[in-house]
Protein backbone atom coordinates (compact mmCIF):
# COMPACT_ATOMS: atom_id res chain seq x y z
CA UNK A 1 0.00 0.00 0.00
CA UNK A 2 0.87 3.13 -1.31
CA UNK A 3 0.21 6.78 0.92
CA UNK A 4 1.33 10.48 -0.65
CA UNK A 5 2.26 11.13 2.64
CA UNK A 6 2.35 8.60 5.89
CA UNK A 7 -0.99 7.79 8.02
CA UNK A 8 -0.17 7.85 11.65
CA UNK A 9 -1.87 5.18 13.44
CA UNK A 10 -2.06 4.53 16.87
CA UNK A 11 -2.82 1.40 18.52
CA UNK A 12 -3.79 1.02 22.01
CA UNK A 13 -3.86 -2.96 23.61
CA UNK A 14 -2.49 -4.19 26.81
CA UNK A 15 -1.35 -7.34 24.89
CA UNK A 16 2.65 -6.26 24.59
CA UNK A 17 3.11 -9.02 22.22
CA UNK A 18 -0.34 -8.05 19.95
CA UNK A 19 0.89 -4.23 19.88
CA UNK A 20 4.53 -5.59 18.49
CA UNK A 21 2.72 -7.50 15.85
CA UNK A 22 0.56 -4.85 14.75
CA UNK A 23 3.17 -2.50 14.58
CA UNK A 24 5.14 -4.26 12.58
CA UNK A 25 2.52 -5.41 9.95
CA UNK A 26 1.31 -1.70 9.78
CA UNK A 27 4.36 -0.23 9.37
CA UNK A 28 5.72 -2.75 6.51
CA UNK A 29 2.16 -1.64 5.02
CA UNK A 30 3.39 2.26 4.99
CA UNK A 31 1.92 3.51 8.21
CA UNK A 32 3.42 5.69 11.26
CA UNK A 33 2.70 3.39 13.99
CA UNK A 34 2.03 4.35 17.40
CA UNK A 35 1.01 2.08 20.69
CA UNK A 36 -0.07 2.50 23.71
CA UNK A 37 -1.03 0.29 26.87
CA UNK A 38 -3.89 2.04 27.69
CA UNK A 39 -5.83 5.43 27.66
CA UNK A 40 -3.37 7.58 29.53
CA UNK A 41 -0.71 6.21 26.89
CA UNK A 42 -3.09 7.32 23.95
CA UNK A 43 -3.65 10.65 25.83
CA UNK A 44 -0.30 11.82 25.84
CA UNK A 45 0.05 10.49 22.14
CA UNK A 46 -2.75 12.80 21.08
CA UNK A 47 -1.66 15.41 23.00
CA UNK A 48 1.60 15.08 20.94
CA UNK A 49 1.18 14.18 17.81
CA UNK A 50 -1.34 14.28 14.55
CA UNK A 51 -3.29 11.26 14.75
CA UNK A 52 -5.23 9.92 11.70
CA UNK A 53 -6.91 6.43 13.21
CA UNK A 54 -6.83 4.72 16.21
CA UNK A 55 -6.91 0.91 16.77
CA UNK A 56 -8.50 0.40 20.54
CA UNK A 57 -9.26 -2.37 22.15
CA UNK A 58 -12.31 -3.13 24.05
CA UNK A 59 -10.69 -5.13 27.23
CA UNK A 60 -8.05 -2.45 29.00
CA UNK A 61 -6.84 -1.78 32.46
CA UNK A 62 -8.29 1.28 34.34
CA UNK A 63 -10.07 3.05 31.45
CA UNK A 64 -11.75 0.47 29.14
CA UNK A 65 -12.64 1.14 25.34
CA UNK A 66 -15.24 2.23 25.52
CA UNK A 67 -15.11 4.91 28.43
CA UNK A 68 -11.87 6.15 26.21
CA UNK A 69 -14.27 6.20 22.99
CA UNK A 70 -17.22 7.49 24.81
CA UNK A 71 -14.86 10.52 26.25
CA UNK A 72 -13.01 11.32 23.03
CA UNK A 73 -16.46 11.81 21.03
CA UNK A 74 -17.91 13.64 24.09
CA UNK A 75 -14.76 16.13 23.72
CA UNK A 76 -15.32 16.60 19.96
CA UNK A 77 -12.62 14.41 18.86
CA UNK A 78 -14.26 12.78 15.28
CA UNK A 79 -10.10 10.70 14.69
CA UNK A 80 -11.76 7.41 13.35
CA UNK A 81 -11.68 4.39 15.49
CA UNK A 82 -11.74 0.77 15.12
CA UNK A 83 -12.46 -1.22 17.70
CA UNK A 84 -10.98 -4.58 18.75
CA UNK A 85 -13.66 -6.90 20.37
CA UNK A 86 -13.87 -10.54 21.32
CA UNK A 87 -16.36 -12.35 19.21
CA UNK A 88 -18.70 -13.00 22.23
CA UNK A 89 -18.72 -9.39 22.82
CA UNK A 90 -22.22 -8.93 20.17
CA UNK A 91 -24.06 -6.33 22.77
CA UNK A 92 -19.97 -3.92 23.67
CA UNK A 93 -19.40 -3.73 19.98
CA UNK A 94 -23.27 -2.54 18.81
CA UNK A 95 -22.51 0.04 21.83
CA UNK A 96 -19.49 1.17 20.32
CA UNK A 97 -21.01 2.11 17.47
CA UNK A 98 -23.58 3.74 18.75
CA UNK A 99 -20.72 5.59 20.13
CA UNK A 100 -19.86 6.41 17.32
CA UNK A 101 -16.84 4.09 16.36
CA UNK A 102 -16.52 3.71 12.40
CA UNK A 103 -16.01 -0.07 12.32
CA UNK A 104 -14.88 -3.06 14.88
CA UNK A 105 -13.20 -6.28 14.45
CA UNK A 106 -13.45 -9.53 16.15
CA UNK A 107 -10.24 -11.44 18.06
CA UNK A 108 -8.59 -13.66 17.08
CA UNK A 109 -8.44 -11.61 13.90
CA UNK A 110 -5.55 -11.90 10.67
CA UNK A 111 -3.85 -8.70 10.74
CA UNK A 112 -4.50 -8.58 7.15
CA UNK A 113 -8.05 -8.03 7.66
CA UNK A 114 -7.22 -5.39 9.94
CA UNK A 115 -5.46 -3.61 7.43
CA UNK A 116 -8.28 -4.11 5.05
CA UNK A 117 -10.47 -2.22 7.45
CA UNK A 118 -8.03 0.82 8.43
CA UNK A 119 -7.83 1.03 4.32
CA UNK A 120 -11.68 1.38 4.04
CA UNK A 121 -12.38 3.59 6.99
CA UNK A 122 -9.04 5.82 5.73
CA UNK A 123 -10.69 5.73 2.36
CA UNK A 124 -14.34 6.98 3.63
CA UNK A 125 -12.60 9.53 5.70
CA UNK A 126 -10.67 11.22 2.45
CA UNK A 127 -12.61 9.70 0.23
CA UNK A 128 -12.73 11.95 -3.26
CA UNK A 129 -14.41 11.01 -6.16
CA UNK A 130 -12.43 12.87 -8.72
CA UNK A 131 -8.43 12.61 -8.07
CA UNK A 132 -7.20 15.75 -6.45
CA UNK A 133 -10.58 17.51 -6.24
CA UNK A 134 -12.53 17.52 -2.96
CA UNK A 135 -16.03 16.67 -3.31
CA UNK A 136 -18.55 20.27 -3.35
CA UNK A 137 -21.98 20.93 -2.93
CA UNK A 138 -24.69 20.56 -0.84
CA UNK A 139 -27.86 17.70 -0.52
CA UNK A 140 -31.10 19.69 0.76
CA UNK A 141 -33.99 17.28 2.30
CA UNK A 142 -36.55 18.57 4.21
CA UNK A 143 -34.71 21.08 7.37
CA UNK A 144 -31.43 19.19 6.77
CA UNK A 145 -28.37 19.67 4.40
CA UNK A 146 -25.51 18.15 4.12
CA UNK A 147 -22.40 19.49 2.83
CA UNK A 148 -20.06 17.43 0.78
CA UNK A 149 -16.88 19.71 0.79
CA UNK A 150 -17.21 19.81 5.00
CA UNK A 151 -18.86 16.96 5.16
CA UNK A 152 -20.81 18.14 8.03
CA UNK A 153 -25.23 17.58 8.30
CA UNK A 154 -27.37 21.06 9.26
CA UNK A 155 -30.74 20.49 10.49
CA UNK A 156 -31.32 24.51 9.62
CA UNK A 157 -28.57 26.10 11.25
CA UNK A 158 -27.34 24.03 13.86
CA UNK A 159 -25.04 21.05 13.34
CA UNK A 160 -25.63 17.46 13.78
CA UNK A 161 -22.26 15.63 14.63
CA UNK A 162 -21.86 12.23 12.47
CA UNK A 163 -19.16 9.59 12.64
CA UNK A 164 -17.05 9.25 9.38
CA UNK A 165 -19.36 6.07 9.01
CA UNK A 166 -22.70 7.87 9.29
CA UNK A 167 -21.71 10.72 7.01
CA UNK A 168 -20.55 7.98 4.14
CA UNK A 169 -23.84 6.00 4.67
CA UNK A 170 -25.75 8.87 4.51
CA UNK A 171 -24.28 10.17 1.20
CA UNK A 172 -24.78 7.04 -0.63
CA UNK A 173 -28.28 6.72 0.88
CA UNK A 174 -28.92 10.46 -0.57
CA UNK A 175 -27.38 9.75 -3.96
CA UNK A 176 -29.54 6.82 -4.39
CA UNK A 177 -33.22 8.38 -3.93
CA UNK A 178 -35.99 6.15 -4.43
CA UNK A 179 -33.56 3.21 -5.24
CA UNK A 180 -33.73 0.22 -2.49
CA UNK A 181 -30.02 -0.41 -1.60
CA UNK A 182 -29.07 -4.05 -0.37
CA UNK A 183 -27.10 -4.42 2.56
CA UNK A 184 -24.31 -5.51 0.72
CA UNK A 185 -24.23 -2.66 -1.90
CA UNK A 186 -24.83 -0.26 1.09
CA UNK A 187 -21.65 -2.13 2.66
CA UNK A 188 -19.82 -1.81 -0.62
CA UNK A 189 -20.15 1.47 -1.24
CA UNK A 190 -20.23 3.35 2.25
CA UNK A 191 -17.70 0.77 3.93
CA UNK A 192 -15.48 -0.18 0.69
CA UNK A 193 -16.11 -3.85 1.66
CA UNK A 194 -18.89 -6.77 0.98
CA UNK A 195 -21.74 -7.26 3.93
CA UNK A 196 -20.71 -9.98 6.43
CA UNK A 197 -23.30 -12.32 7.93
CA UNK A 198 -24.89 -11.53 11.18
CA UNK A 199 -22.32 -8.24 11.16
CA UNK A 200 -25.36 -5.79 12.39
CA UNK A 201 -23.03 -2.37 11.82
CA UNK A 202 -24.92 -1.75 9.30
CA UNK A 203 -28.17 -1.62 10.82
CA UNK A 204 -26.89 0.08 14.04
CA UNK A 205 -25.74 2.92 12.05
CA UNK A 206 -29.09 3.08 10.52
CA UNK A 207 -31.06 3.30 13.79
CA UNK A 208 -28.69 5.99 14.79
CA UNK A 209 -28.97 8.06 11.57
CA UNK A 210 -33.14 7.76 12.08
CA UNK A 211 -32.20 9.01 15.59
CA UNK A 212 -30.68 12.20 14.54
CA UNK A 213 -33.07 12.99 11.66
CA UNK A 214 -36.54 11.39 12.12
CA UNK A 215 -39.74 13.02 14.13
CA UNK A 216 -40.66 9.35 14.86
CA UNK A 217 -37.58 6.71 14.25
CA UNK A 218 -39.82 4.40 14.82
CA UNK A 219 -42.29 5.39 11.58
CA UNK A 220 -38.96 6.46 9.79
CA UNK A 221 -40.01 9.17 6.97
CA UNK A 222 -36.64 9.81 4.96
CA UNK A 223 -34.70 6.22 6.14
CA UNK A 224 -37.23 3.43 5.16
CA UNK A 225 -36.71 -0.42 5.00
CA UNK A 226 -37.66 -2.69 2.03
CA UNK A 227 -37.91 -6.21 3.67
CA UNK A 228 -35.79 -8.58 2.01
CA UNK A 229 -33.81 -6.31 0.33
CA UNK A 230 -32.21 -3.21 2.56
CA UNK A 231 -32.94 0.22 2.99
CA UNK A 232 -34.05 3.09 0.43
CA UNK A 233 -34.04 7.04 0.89
CA UNK A 234 -37.34 8.49 0.31
CA UNK A 235 -37.27 12.56 -0.92
CA UNK A 236 -39.90 14.90 0.48
CA UNK A 237 -43.73 14.42 0.01
CA UNK A 238 -43.29 10.57 -1.31
CA UNK A 239 -43.97 6.98 -0.59
Do not use: C
Not at 131 to 139: K, L, Q
Not at 172 to 179: A, K, M, S, T
Amino acid sequence: MSNQRSNRIIVVDDDPKLRELLRRHLSESGFEVLVAPDGLALDRLMLRDRVDLIVLDLMLPAEDGLSILRRLRGAGDKTPIIMLTARSEDIDRIIGLELGADDYLGKPFNPRELLARIAAVLRRRAAEPIAGAPESGNIRFGPFTLDLASRKLHRDEVEIALTTGEYSLLKVLLRHPNQPMSRDKLMSQARGRGYEAFDRSLDVQVSRLRRLLETDPAHPRWIQTVWGVGYVFVPDGQE
